[in-house]
Nanobody, 123 residues
Framework: QVQLVESGGGLVQAGGSLRLSCAASGLTFSRYAMGWFRQAPGKEREFVAA????????FHADPVKGRFTISRDNAKITVYLQMNSLKPEDTAVYYC????????????????WGKGTLVTVSS
């Protein structure tokens, strides 16, 4: 059974930092591209960042470029999202996802989702 379990969310002041982790089990992690998405209250889920199987390709959505960085450790079967200079508009539930390629950033080929972790940024 495949599981993606996010952690690291919480309450932080604007300008602060958090690092999210997503631990995978039940799949051959190195064969999957991984991504982060978020859903703010009353809004649709949106793409945040994606990383290829080897980690050589990375994509970040425009609203987070220069502030967020996706990375992965295939030995630890974990993908990370380092979030710096957080803003109140980054408040959302953050979800981890896996898929066949970095086209998951367009919503294609997503195989599995985690249950999410809440990030709240206070002003």
């Amino acid at each position: 059974q495949v599981q993606l379990v996010e952690s690291g969310g919480g309450l932080v002041q604007a300008g602060g930092s958090l690092r999210l982790s997503c631990a995978a089990s039940g799949l051959t992690f190195s064969r999957y591209a991984m991504g982060w998405f978020r859903q703010a209250p009353g809004k649709e889920r949106e793409f945040v960042a994606a990383i290829s199987q080897s980690g050589g390709l990375k994509f970040h959505a425009d609203p987070v470029k220069g502030r967020f960085t996706i990375s992965r450790d295939n030995a630890k079967i974990t993908v990370y999202l380092q979030m710096n200079s957080l803003k109140p508009e980054d408040t959302a539930v953050y979800y981890c996802a896996s898929g066949s390629s970095v086209n998951i950033r367009e919503g294609y080929g997503i195989d599995y989702w985690g249950k999410g972790t809440l990030v709240t940024v206070s002003s």
